[in-house]
């Protein structure tokens, strides 16, 4: 084994220790470690934009393209942003310790159920420093070990952000290793193997590489994959308003996994609607990629079956015309990704079929796809967008980094009296 | 790819499309199947037992062993008892459609979080055939379209028991499909690669299968693996009670996942609780298995370091001298399973620093590890007990069958105007 497959195991071990802790740590001192965090960062904030300058002048002579660059920025902006989400962290109600359930099984038996840390998490993300400060925090919130991996670009500065996070938490008494920095390909291999020390890998990434994790690793694995997300205009539905959404949801920021991808149209709207969303997509810059239907009333290149399936990330957009709100679920559920879809209508009626038959993270009415995001559900933040329906399902913020454990006391209880009948259970609901 | 392949693709696919309407079904047309299944079953219980009469008569024939005999008998009493499991369930809350969360993320804006099915559930369980029913009838209840994978041992029965659930529930009203029965290997090797069908996993079985189907397949899995439970003596416990509870976690069902296969013992308890405690195991017929140190006082087999770690299934319990809880507890995390773990104590503060760092499913205090089940949980029956700590921990009853969506309604609301500073986030509260 190479010397830095054995540090990176090392790290896991050290996290898998210091998660024992942490799971036992009060709420009080995890949220003094956020504020501590908050402080270092800016006492430390020429160290971190210098490292961070270097990691841009790197990024620069290697080429790297302008939307990456702008993301591995890390200025006082972002500094600012970064501090206060840790602060908003350490006020937020602590998600840990809580009872979900208390029931008297029999006379003196009480089982009750309470939330704790799910333990080491492991979280492969892209080029943003500031990630690495985000997930971080949402981890030490929810009492949870963390190993980060973040892009190459962003070495220096991970290095430096990492330092600053584990000092000034280590100071303010959070368990020495809760948070471990790797930084190889190779330690992302040595990750998936620890499947003894690791209790949940997030990679945030293309889904060449989430199915890559989750065929190369028995630790279970959460996130998304692809963001195919849909706008179904249906019959009688608000022109002007589908035209705003779609506008929206295409273009507002076309790279997030949230971005609508296919319009679906229903006949009816074919004259009425289409043009109107068209032309508004049309001046925005998108272009318009259309089934035959749609090809006949609007001006679009020919789509193809792979269309349906594509996740553009630009400025392109798929459209299909639909004979009912059927074939337009069914379109959704065969093509989409499970992520968010969107109805523009005024029928309640075909909202509420909408809502139960389309199966997504976020099933959506008369809204841009855009808000399925941890911070605009009002979550704080998110470490990732889960398209999976075990554990969590979309944005992914505390509740989603915890588990629970069952306790029971007992004076003495045993099995063998249930059995043979000389007790019974009474399974009173206390909660 | 061969006949067979295609039958279980088949069955997956079918399983697939009824998830969908089954989503939406209505709470009462779901109880009102699991009644019907349970008047079919009585109606055809003379074709039900003669099926079974076969299994019995070949397992027989086969040499296969009492125990196995036991649990694959499917008797008058059997009956009865999966029928009273279908009406329980039928008269139990409705776990789909549970408002979890609802805030308003700005004016106009209700973001809503829903319980829902998780989809298509496959379950791989053992010889039992009344298991068969209950799985069926959990899933059936959570709205989930489930692919049944019995032991060859069960098969006629399984294929009697099926058509009766599936006639009946389909002439209900339930979609065609919603169950699939698959038969072979080959059907389970099919079943992994079904990642785009198939929603989760539970394999009910040995460690080295659960291990497999980890490694073969992308589909979430549920379930444990191996059940090593504890039991610690802390100092000053009471030893009487301690007997008592040891005798019951070890010798009432001692080939059960929660049965317990580790004494860990303070050493202060040495002369005082061990002694009693081995005395009353070896009176109940269990061999000892010690340490050194016990084996000064008590009369036991030596233990090498396997037997930390092995799941005796058996009459037969391995015993520890520990000095401090925090080597108990470190001792329970390193060598344990994270099921179910025991303290034995008077002491509040040892009990709540025993519950805060074992990383169990379960952490108990005075009473058997065999109350880890489902039913006597009260959540009416378990598909599994997850020693996993991602989505549902611990006896998985309907609550971990489901999973959530969010539903967000607005009025025309894009991001662009947030994002602009025009309109703010409220993050109300509602529920």
């Known amino acids: 084994m190479s010397d830095r497959e054995l540090s990176a195991k090392a790290l896991a071990l050290d996290a898998k220790q210091a998660s024992f802790a942490l799971a036992a740590s009060s709420a009080a001192s995890r949220a003094a470690a956020l504020e501590a965090i908050a402080a270092a960062l800016e006492a430390r904030r020429e160290e971190i934009f210098a490292a961070n300058a270097e990691d841009l002048a790197t990024a620069k002579a290697e080429g790297i393209a302008a939307p990456v660059l702008k993301r591995l920025k890390f200025d006082e902006g972002k500094l600012r942003d970064v501090c206060r989400g840790l602060r908003d962290l350490a006020a937020m109600e602590d998600p840990i310790g809580h009872e979900q359930l208390r029931t008297e099984l029999a006379d003196g038996m009480i089982l009750s159920r309470v939330s704790c840390p799910i333990g080491v998490v492991g979280v492969i993300f892209e080029s943003r420093p500031d990630a690495l400060v985000q997930i971080a925090g949402l981890c030490l919130k929810s009492g949870n070990a963390v190993l980060l991996k973040g892009g190459r670009e962003a070495m220096r500065s991970n290095a430096v952000l990492y330092d600053v996070l584990r000092e000034a938490s280590e100071a303010a008494g959070m368990p020495k290793g809760w948070a471990g920095l790797l930084t190889t390909r190779e330690d992302v291999g040595v990750m998936l193997k620890m499947d003894g020390a690791i209790d949940l890998i997030i990679p945030r990434g293309s889904n060449a590489f989430v199915r890559y994790i989750m065929d190369n690793s028995r630790i279970p694995v959460l996130g998304h994959s692809d963001g195919v997300c849909h706008l179904y205009l249906d019959k009688g539905c608000d022109a002007e308003m589908a035209a705003r959404i779609a506008v929206d949801a295409k ?21 009425r609607a289409l043009p109107v969303v068209a032309d508004a997509l049309a001046k925005a810059g998108v272009r318009l990629i259309g089934d035959e239907r749609a090809a006949q009333v609007i001006a679009c290149e020919a789509a193809t079956e792979a269309d349906w399936a594509a996740e553009y990330l630009d400025d392109v957009i798929s459209i299909r015309v639909v004979d009912s709100l059927q074939e337009a679920i069914a379109h959704i559920n065969r093509y989409g990704s499970h992520h968010t879809d969107c109805i523009i209508t005024a029928d ?4 509420k079929v909408f809502f139960a038959l389309v199966d997504s993270a976020g099933v959506y009415r008369n809204c841009s796809t855009r808000f399925a995001d941890g911070f605009r559900y009002g979550f704080g933040a998110e470490v990732g967008i889960s398209t999976g329906k075990i554990h969590a399902r979309g944005p992914m913020g505390l509740e989603g980094l915890c588990s629970y454990k069952y306790i029971l006391c007992g004076s003495g209880d045993i099995v063998a009296d249930f059995a043979q009948g000389r007790r019974e259970f009474t399974h009173r609901k206390l909660l």
Chains 1, 2 share one sequence.
Do not use: M, R
């Open 348 to 351: 309640d009626e075909a909202a």
């Open 251 to 271: 273009t507002q920021y076309p790279a997030a996994c949230n971005a609508a991808e296919t319009l679906l149209v229903h006949s009816e709207e074919l004259h």
